[in-house]
């Protein structure tokens, strides 16, 4: 079946760092990433769609400039969260949609802005 | 406004029980109903996923019972195992030809099957 790479699990940063969270399709070729972010006990929030070679195409209310979204080939999107602060923490969910159809999530990335 | 509206919140059901979770939606040109389960600190993965031109599906100790009319679709879990002890998700999206739009999640119900 399809499978969805996402790394690092978790991650620790300073504020005011960047951190770079890789999706990566293993076994298909993803013409769409899909970013989530995940609150305890709440549901997946979209972020933003980014389609590969374009621009992605982020949600009302997220900041474009924070939150860096690249899908630069069919099997690679990485999301970076710049000047992290301790808001940006939460749950980093990608998700990836290939030519056949369905989505395939990734395992989520744990952040915490200390 | 969340399209895809779930319910309850919680639930807790014994070994061997039966947990039912409903969804409803308004928006008609949804054609996907997917459900998705989800273990702490994990992704979501797909349990079954249903299309409006049928009425049930069932996988396993799994069935989605679908209400077109209704608006309104369901998951049943048959023999409730501890391990089925997660939280679930419903979701709804437009397929067009060749285009799969993004998916609407329901609010989630954590579900814990006690021995």
């Known amino acids: 079946g399809a499978v969805v790479s996402q790394h690092p699990s978790w991650v620790i940063c300073k504020s005011g760092t960047s951190v770079k969270i890789e999706c990566r399709s293993l076994?298909?070729?993803?013409?769409?990433m899909f970013w989530y972010r995940q609150f305890p006990k709440q549901s997946l929030m979209l972020m933003a769609t980014?389609?590969?070679?374009?621009?992605?195409?982020?949600e009302q209310g997220v900041e474009k400039d924070k939150f860096l979204i690249n899908h630069a080939s069919l099997t690679l999107s990485t999301l970076t969260v710049t000047s992290a602060h301790p808001e940006d923490s939460s749950f980093y969910i990608c998700?990836?949609?290939?030519?056949?159809?369905?989505?395939?999530f990734g395992s989520g990335t744990r952040l915490t802005v200390v | 406004q969340q399209q895809v509206k779930q319910s309850p919140q919680s639930l807790i059901v014994q070994k061997g029980g039966i947990s039912i979770i409903n969804c409803a939606y308004e928006?008609?040109?949804?054609?996907?109903f997917p459900w998705y389960q989800q273990f702490p600190g994990k992704g979501p993965a797909l349990l079954i996923a249903i299309r409006p031109d049928v009425s049930e599906k069932k996988e396993g100790r799994f069935t989605i019972s679908f209400n077109k009319s209704a608006k309104q679709f369901s998951l049943h879990i048959m023999d409730s195992q501890p391990g089925d002890s997660a939280t679930y998700f419903c979701a709804a999206s437009m397929i067009r030809k060749d285009s799969w739009g993004k998916l609407q999640f329901g609010a989630g119900t954590q579900v814990v099957v006690t021995p």
């Open positions: 928006n008609t040109a949804f054609d996907y």
């Open positions: 980014s389609n590969e070679g374009s621009k992605a195409t982020y």
């Open positions: 076994d298909f070729q993803a013409t769409t």
């Open positions: 998700s990836a949609r290939g030519a056949g159809g369905g989505y395939t």
